[in-house]
């Protein structure tokens, strides 16, 4: 068995060191078959679905099947030391995690428990790692935004508090980046995080918490890892510890950002353990329930109204694709689920368009309800453009002879996703954004060739911190451009291109 797993071992003992157990024979089973992480018990009469069992000091289990004659177990331990006929104990406890303020700058174990080296957590209490999501009455429509500091996210593809975004794409197409990016966004913005990595590589875990240490990031961020080492059980449970970690905060009235890392392990985890517990196989070898599987816990995020707090949890799942087929089993379960969907296109990333959202084939269902006044101001238009751009793009390799009408819109295009281009964690303050995608709505973008867009555009965010913070803080009072606001930067922003113009010559 593995450190981890005895680890696990030790806290689950732990928790449930002080129940004294009932020999009633309505509270205690016998082993009737095991193997492969499974026990089929029979006897426990009363047993409650997700309840933890006692097989003995060095195993636990979770029951999940409950069925006529007999119990179906997953083991939380080494099933070399269950055999049958061994006598299995109720506990009487729904599997906890412990929840509160303390869990913030730390790494935790699928069952909530410190995996970090840093000590104990001071948990403010527990709660049950299943529980049923808010009700439609408990809940208000979503309104605020919240940023990711991507301009092609935040310009066309808003999020708001309390929204459920998919960031769905290929391997190795920028997900994790842009869902990082959201995190360390959040810096200053009274909103607490938790990255959930499921079936990742311990070493990828931990080039993620460094990532979010480097940019100041894990100070109001728990990580919750179930790496692919560990057992299916585990990794099962990952997601849901860190719904209820987020809830917490969430009742008290605080917003949340959550991400799941990624939903296409948490549905193989829970296929292996379904199909080991005989639970019949549906479309694509997976069981006729793993819709529910991501739909209870993704209906948990929400934002909930004045009476119950106010407060708010954001989901971004991440779902990986194969060769970009967004119309399989699990990608069309997770996008009726959510509430729109981040598609990361493969050929975009290779041909260096990052981040390599399609915003053709991305959609935000909350739209321009989770933008500011400003933003709408000067992006509303942009995803229209990029259509007519890609559309006329795709025509144009076919022709020698474009008009110049055509020829003009491509051009545009050209600089405009110039302009979209970002690093990964590279965020770009709001206000910042809005002096960007200005530069496009009042025409300054082709005043430049495409290899002077983003030189041009760290200039001028350099030049407006410096020299005209004054209009940032305008913008950013309540973020909304008059008339006398916007004659302001047009002019302040032609003074800044001659300078740059002139600067570039010398």
């Known amino acids: ?33 095991v193997g492969d992480g499974i026990a089929f018990v029979r006897g426990l009469d009363q047993v409650l679905s997700g309840e933890m069992l006692r097989f003995s000091d060095e195993v636990y289990g979770l029951a999940l099947n ?56 001071n948990y403010e209490g527990h709660r049950p790692v299943e529980r049923v999501a808010p009700g439609v009455m408990t809940r208000q429509s979503v309104h605020q935004p919240l940023h990711t500091g991507l301009k092609v996210i935040d310009s066309m593809i808003p999020i708001g508090k309390g929204q459920r975004e998919l960031i769905i794409g290929d391997r190795q197409t920028g997900k994790t980046s842009i869902a990082l990016n959201a995190i360390i966004n959040q810096k200053g913005q009274d909103v607490n995080c938790i990255y959930v990595a499921i079936g990742q590589k311990a070493s990828t875990v931990a080039m993620v918490v460094e990532k979010l240490k480097e940019h100041g990031a894990m100070d109001y961020t728990v990580v919750v890892s179930s790496t692919a ?63 529910y599987l991501h739909s209870r816990l993704l209906e948990r995020s929400a934002k909930l109204n004045e009476n119950y707090g106010g407060g708010s949890m954001t989901a971004l799942p991440i779902i990986e694709t194969q060769a970009g087929d967004i119309s399989a089993y699990i990608p069309t379960n997770v996008i009726s689920i959510t509430d729109g969907q981040l598609f990361l296109n493969s050929d975009s990333f290779n041909s260096g368009f990052r981040p390599a959202v399609d915003s053709g084939m991305s959609v935000s269902r909350v739209g321009s309800a989770a933008q500011t006044k400003a933003m709408k101001q000067v992006a509303s238009s942009l995803k229209l453009e990029l259509a007519t751009y890609h559309e006329l793009l795709s025509f144009a390799q076919f022709s020698t002879d474009i008009d110049p009408a055509t020829q003009k819109i491509i051009d ?91 600067r570039n010559n010398a």
């Open 66 to 121: 409950l069925e006529e004659n007999q119990v179906g177990v997953v083991l939380l331990g080494d099933d070399s030391l269950v055999k049958e006929g061994d006598v299995v104990y109720r506990t009487q406890h729904i599997i906890e995690v412990g929840v509160g303020d303390g869990l913030l700058g730390r790494v935790v174990d699928a069952l909530g428990h410190p995996i970090d080296g840093l000590g104990e957590i």
């Open 1 to 33: 068995m593995s450190n981890q797993s005895a680890n696990i071992l030790e806290m689950l003992k732990e928790q449930i060191a002080g129940i004294e157990f009932d020999t009633k024979s309505e509270d205690i089973g016998r082993v009737f078959k």
């Open 412 to 502: 545009h295009g050209n600089r405009l996703t110039e302009l979209l281009k970002q690093g990964a964690l590279s965020k770009t303050p709001h206000e910042l954004m809005i002096v960007s995608m200005f530069l496009n709505k009042y025409g300054f973008l082709d005043m430049l060739s495409v290899k002077e867009v983003l030189p041009f555009e760290k200039f001028l965010h350099e030049r407006f911190v410096s020299s005209h913070q004054d209009l940032l803080d305008q913008i950013k009072a309540n973020f909304t451009l008059d008339d006398a606001l916007i004659e302001t930067l047009k002019t302040v922003i032609n003074e800044e291109l001659e300078r740059f113009k002139i």
């Open 229 to 291: 080492s560990e057992l299916a059980p585990l990794q099962y449970l990952a997601p849901y510890t860190g719904a209820a970690i987020g809830e917490h905060w969430m009742d008290n009235g605080k917003d949340v950002l959550i991400v799941y890392d990624d939903l296409s392990k948490h549905a193989v985890a829970y296929r292996t353990i379904s199909l080991l517990l005989r639970r019949p196989a549906g479309r694509e070898a997976y069981p006729g329930d793993v819709f």
